[in-house]
């Protein structure tokens, strides 16, 4: 069991509605240090790739996206979320419902902070049914850019974004993957990774 996998039995919580509440660590209060390890990790997975920039979505993924920036030594850049869309060409835009909030926002990025020399590290909190990321692909594809790959911190296995990124042919390294949590019991169970 790595780091993380620990991490989650000791603090997360499970809710109903396949929920897995981490908020005294990962997005609410942050353990950066937790973060840091985080970025360590990242950065063997993704060693030997041109990676000049990552790539997150505002709120939860600005704090991991940051330190873990440090250990690739490039900026990170947050989509935004905005209820209306801009249309006046300087944006990037992407439609992405919340899983959490069950809305349909706009996410957009300055067409400034990204373009076709970026070679894009893609990192957020959770993978659930991979709209976020889907979301924050079609930008990078727009911008003419590179997605080098795909950092997770927890996906949820037994939802279907996981298999749909990999399925697209892009490395994706979630630093734990679980496969199934009772909000009965509190019991979460991890898919075995190398
Ligand atoms: P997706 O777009 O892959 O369906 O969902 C990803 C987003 O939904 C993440 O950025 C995260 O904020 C949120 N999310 C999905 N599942 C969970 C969960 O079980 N717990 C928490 N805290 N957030 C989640």
Sequence with gaps: MNFLEERI?????VKEGNVLKVDSFLNHQMDVKLFDQMGEEYAKRFAGKPINKIL?????????????????????????KSKSINLDGEMYTAEVESFTHKTINHVIVSKKFLGPDDHV???????????????LIQIVQAAGGTVEGIGIAIEKGFQAGGRMIRNLGYQL??????????????????????
């Design 56 to 80: 997150t979505i505002e709120a939860s993924g600005i704090g991991i996206a940051s330190v873990v920036a440090l250990h690739f030594g490039v900026p990170v850049v947050f989509a935004k």
């Design 173 to 194: 390294e979630s630093l734990a993957i679980v496969e199934g949590m009772d909000a009965s019991t509190g019991e979460i169970h991890f898919r075995e990774q190398s």
């Design 9 to 13: 039995l000791r603090d997360g919580v």
């Design 121 to 135: 590290l893609i990192i957020d909190d959770f993978l659930a049914n991979g709209c976020a990321l889907q979301g």
